[in-house]
T-cell receptor
Framework: GAVVSQHPSWVICKSGTSVKIECRSL??????MFWYRQFPKQSLMLMAT?????????EQGVEKDKFLINHASLTLSTLTVTSAHPEDSSFYIC???????????FGSGTRLTVV | GESVGLHLPTLSVQEGDNSIINCAYS??????FIWYKQESGKGPQFIID?????DKRQGQRVTVLLNKTVKHLSLQIAATQPGDSAVYFC???????????FGTGTRLQVTL
């Protein structure tokens, strides 16, 4: 089946540094990818929609200069958390639309801890 | 039983019993609905989906019911097993190309 590979699975970084999270579609081309954030015991909140070859669309309240999204190819989207702060600590999950028939598939998530 | 409060709603069922997890969705224009299972520290795993032109769809041990009149979705799991213990989310979208909006989630605990 369609697989989205997300790396790293966890990362610890110092406050003020930047962290990049990668999301790759392994056996299909993903023109659209979605980035979610999930705090403990809460639901997934959509941060942005990433479109290959164009600028990402951010949800209201999400700082686009802080959460940089790049979708330079049909198989790779990246989320960079810039100048990370402890409040950015969360579980970040990417998702890709596989097709009209198969819907969406999700990455395994990245646990970010900012210390 | 169910509990709602500051924590994730929790449904406790005995192994072998049937589970019913409910979800109220908000957008009357939504026409695509999905149930996901999420285990601790992992991404959501697809369980079953349904389009708005249907009111019931069955999979292996799972059934999704859709009531568009009251904007309600339910997931029924037959013969619940310990491996079913997880958090379950419903998600709604408009078509299969749009972004998804996730519900608050329900934790299913299967007791032996």
């Amino acid at each position: 089946g369609a697989v989205v590979s997300q790396h790293p699975s966890w990362v610890i970084c110092k406050s003020g540094t930047s962290v990049k999270i990668e999301c790759r579609s392994l056996d299909f081309q993903a023109t659209t990818m979605f980035w979610y954030r999930q705090f403990p015991k809460q639901s997934l909140m959509l941060m942005a929609t990433s479109n290959e070859g164009s600028k990402a669309t951010y949800e209201q309240g999400v700082e686009k200069d802080k959460f940089l999204i790049n979708h330079a190819s049909l198989t790779l989207s990246t989320l960079t958390v810039t100048s990370a702060h402890p409040e950015d600590s969360s579980f970040y999950i990417c998702s890709a639309r596989v097709s009209a028939l198969y819907g969406y598939t999700f990455g395994s998530g990245t646990r970010l801890t900012v210390v | 039983g169910e509990s709602v409060g500051l924590h994730l709603p929790t449904l406790s069922v005995q192994e072998g019993d049937n589970s019913i997890i409910n979800c109220a969705y908000s957008n009357s224009a939504s026409d695509y609905f999905i149930w996901y299972k999420q285990e601790s520290g992992k991404g959501p795993q697809f369980i079953i989906d349904i389009r708005s032109n249907m009111d019931k769809r069955q999979g292996q041990r799972v059934t999704v019911l859709l009531n568009k009149t009251v904007k309600h979705l339910s997931l029924q799991i037959a013969a619940t097993q310990p491996g079913d213990s997880a958090v379950y989310f419903c998600a709604e979208g408009t078509g299969t190309a749009s972004k998804l909006t996730f519900g608050t989630g329900t934790r299913l605990q299967v007791t032996l």
